[in-house]
C-alpha cells in the first residue's frame, strides 16, 4: 500500500513537472515573439512644401509622426505597451485639424488612423493577446499615415485654371523682358 502511494506521488509529481515544461516552454515562444518586429512599410510620404508648412505648425500632426516613425522601429511588446499613446495621439490629431487643413477627405483619413489606433489599442489590452492581429493593425498604422499625408498633399496641388494663369503670367513676363530685334541699333 505504502508503494501504491509512493508510485501515485510520484507518477503525479512526474505529470506536474511536465506540465510546467510545458508552460515554460510557452513562455519562451511567447517572449520570443514578444520581440519579434513589427513589419511596416517603408515608404515615405514627403509633404509638399505648401503641406509642410502649415503641418509643422500642428502639434497633433507633430505628435503623431513621432509615434509613427516609432512604431517603424517597435517589436511586438513595444507595440502592445505604447498602443494607449498611439491611440490618444491619433485621437487628438482628429479632434484638432486646423481650418487651413481641414476638408472631408484629410478628416476621413484621420478618422481612419483614429480607428486603426484604437483597435490596436483594444487588441492589445485583451486578456488573451492575438500577436498577428496586432502586429497587421501595427504594421496598417503607418500605411494609413501615408494615405493621410498623401490628402494633406493634394490640398495644395494646383488645378488646371492655376497652370493657365501661371503660364499667362510666364509669358507676359516673357514679352516685357524680349525686345524686338530691329530696336537695338548697333552703330
Known sequence: MKKLVFISIILFWSCAEKSSNKD????????????????TTNQEIVLLPEAR???I?????IAAQNEVDQLK???????IES???????????V???PDSLNSNAVSARANVLATKAKVLEQLSHRRHLDAEAIAEVAGEIPEEFNNFKIQLNELFLKTLEDFEEELDEFKAERDTIST???SISIE
Request: no cysteine.
Open 57 to 61: 505648425k500642428w502639434l497633433a500632426y
Open 180 to 182: 524686338p530685334a530691329d
Open 53 to 55: 508648412e502649415q503641418a
Open 83 to 93: 498602443s494607449k499613446p498611439i491611440s490618444q495621439v491619433m485621437g487628438s490629431l
Open 24 to 39: 515554460n516552454f510557452n513562455t519562451k515562444l511567447d517572449s520570443i515573439t514578444l520581440k519579434q518586429p513589427i513589419k
Open 73 to 79: 522601429n517597435y517589436n511586438l511588446q513595444q507595440t
Open 95 to 97: 479632434s484638432s485639424i
